[in-house]
């Protein structure tokens, strides 16, 4: 009786570790990200009390800010993703992709899973942007970098997604 105690107390023992484990790394990343959030805006702020004191020229705080607000809205986009990824769901166009399959394995389907998971998450980051554009919280010149840096990821996993339909056939 008190093996089977012992058993079952180390099982939950390693369940508890390896569970505290995860939560703990997801809430350094966000953790990480939030930071990044505070010392871009407090560095906004110190830009911007340096260019109204005149010890900074104009088109340096034009560049500065860009970059600084663009560090903000990827801290941001960092923490939109970490909330919105639960809430992603693709298994319609899952099962689009899946007929195109020849041989459709469990690895094949989880991997088409992930990068269709990967897409739409890029895919609504994208919306988000635009609504900050569109809202006037961030410059067109910043919304345009950021797009672009999301296009780029957006056909990279497109062309996996290829590679793997066309492996399968």
Do not use: C
């Not at 099982?11 to 990044?36: C, D, G, P, Q």
């Not at 459709?104 to 990967?118: D, F, G, N, V, W």
């Amino acid at each position: 009786m008190l093996e089977v105690f012992l058993i079952v107390l180390i099982v939950v023992l390693i369940f508890t570790i390896v569970l505290f484990y995860y939560s703990r790394k997801n809430f350094w990343v966000l953790t990480a990200a939030e930071r990044a959030m505070v010392s871009a805006q407090q560095r906004i702020k110190i830009a911007e009390r340096r260019f109204m004191q005149g010890k900074m020229k104009k088109s340096v705080f034009d560049e500065l800010l860009d970059d600084l607000e663009q560090e903000l809205v990827s801290a941001e986009l960092i923490l939109f993703r970490f909330r919105k990824l639960p809430d992603v769901s693709v298994s319609e166009k899952m099962g689009e992709v899946v007929l195109k399959l020849g041989k459709s394995t469990q690895y094949r389907k989880s991997k088409i899973q992930r990068i269709l998971m990967e897409t739409e998450m890029l895919r609504q980051e994208m919306g988000v942007l635009e609504s900050k554009l569109m809202r006037h919280e961030i410059k067109q010149s910043v919304f345009e970098r950021l797009i672009k840096q999301k296009e780029m990821v957006l056909i990279k996993k497109e062309k996996e997604l290829m590679d793997v339909i066309e492996l399968s056939k």
